[in-house]
């Protein structure tokens, strides 16, 4: 059973840094894209970056330039680096991870920006 375990969320000042990983596990076959989105209180689950396993990577607007998405292929763990973080990037942030035609996602971790 694929099994997606997210973890580096927490409580930063604006401005500040933060690292979420996300590590899969439970598969034979090779994890095509890996990504995050993030849903803030009363909003839709919103797209914020993917990478491919070739390293493509693809990033909403309003992160560009501020996260990073990363992977590691041995590792089947996949990263996003968040720089310079504002109090609109507090949400849950979920991590994605696609086997083929099936996309497995991670329980979620709580990323708070204070102002």
């Known amino acids: 059973q694929v099994q997606l375990v997210e973890s580096g969320g927490g409580l930063v000042q604006a401005g500040g840094s933060l690292r979420l990983s996300c590590a899969a596990s439970g598969s034979s076959l090779s994890v095509t894209f890996m990504g995050w989105y993030r849903q803030a209180p009363g909003k839709q689950r919103e797209f914020v970056a993917s990478i491919s396993r070739d390293g493509a990577t693809n990033y909403a607007d309003d992160v560009k330039g501020r996260f990073t998405v990363s992977r590691d292929n041995a590792k089947n763990t996949g990263y996003l680096q968040m720089n310079s973080l504002k109090a609109e990037d507090t949400a849950v942030y979920y991590c994605?991870?696609?086997?083929?035609?099936?996309?497995?996602w991670g329980q979620g971790t709580q990323v708070t920006v204070s102002s």
């Open positions: 994605y991870a696609r086997y083929g035609i099936r996309t497995y």
